[in-house]
T-cell receptor
Framework: AQTVTQSQPEMSVQEAETVTLSCTYD???????LFWYKQPPSRQMILVIR??????QNATENRFSVNFQKAAKSFSLKISDSQLGDAAMYFC???????????FGTGTRLTVIP | ETGVTQTPRHLVMGMTNKKSLKCEQH?????MYWYKQSAKKPLELMFV???????ENNSVPSRFSPECPNSSHLFLHLHTLQPEDSALYLC??????????????FGPGTRLTVT
């Protein structure tokens, strides 16, 4: 079974600074998708960004970008110009191509310091 | 209503009670999911329905019984639960295709406490 590891239970960042959240995964497949979800205190899980494994170009969504290293099985999330509203739990997730199952990491709690 | 909605948002029940969680998606998706979120653990996929057919049951105890009457509604019927079943139960939906990103969209969850 695929496993997703987030080795940073908690991170903090100063407002307007940049922070990087780490994620590694284990798989023997070549086609898959990776996601970062954000879960603020309101609990609604929100998709932040996604990456198709067959794409070499790193995905970017406004202030959010990823560093996808397929050979290293690493998928980190970079948040630039951090805002107070970015404070939340961030979950990394993996899904095989053609499958329903999403495998999640244990999450990283991000605190944004004013 | 937009997106994925769940009711109730909070539920406290005794171990002998029977209750149901409801999920509704307004996104026109064809797949729906139940997840369990416990503290310090990854989200656990419980059930998956594709086109109203259950396709996944990840060794979930029979005290949890899902029902998917149509592609927009999903229920989780609960009976004789245990205190360790206390958790946040999340519903999600996606437009499932064999090849595609199939992003899952989540509801706000039901915080369940079993006493």
């Amino acid at each position: 079974a695929q496993t997703v590891t987030q080795s940073q239970p908690e991170m903090s960042v100063q407002e307007a600074e940049t922070v990087t959240l780490s994620c590694t995964y284990d798989t023997s497949e070549s086609d898959y998708y990776l996601f970062w979800y954000k879960q603020p205190p309101s609990r609604q899980m929100i998709l932040v960004i996604r990456q198709e494994a067959y794409k070499q170009q790193n995905a970017t969504e406004n202030r959010f970008s990823v560093n996808f290293q397929k050979a290293a099985k690493s998928f980190s999330l970079k948040i630039s110009d951090s805002q107070l509203g970015d404070a939340a739990m961030y979950f990394c997730a993996y899904r095989s191509d053609g499958a329903n199952n999403l495998f999640f990491g244990t999450g990283t709690r991000l605190t944004v310091i004013p | 209503e937009t997106g994925v909605t769940q009711t109730p948002r909070h539920l406290v029940m005794g171990m002998t009670n029977k209750k149901s969680l409801k999920c509704e998606q307004h996104l026109g998706h064809n797949a729906m999911y139940w997840y369990k979120q416990s503290a310090k653990k990854p989200l656990e996929l419980m059930f998956v329905y594709n086109f109203k057919e259950q396709t996944e049951n990840n060794s979930v105890p029979s005290r949890f019984s899902p029902e998917c009457p149509n592609s927009s509604h999903l229920f989780l019927h609960l009976h004789t639960l245990q205190p360790e079943d206390s958790a946040l139960y999340l519903c999600a939906s996606s437009q499932f295709t064999r090849q595609g990103v199939n992003e899952q969209y989540f509801g706000p969850g039901t915080r369940l406490t079993v006493t």
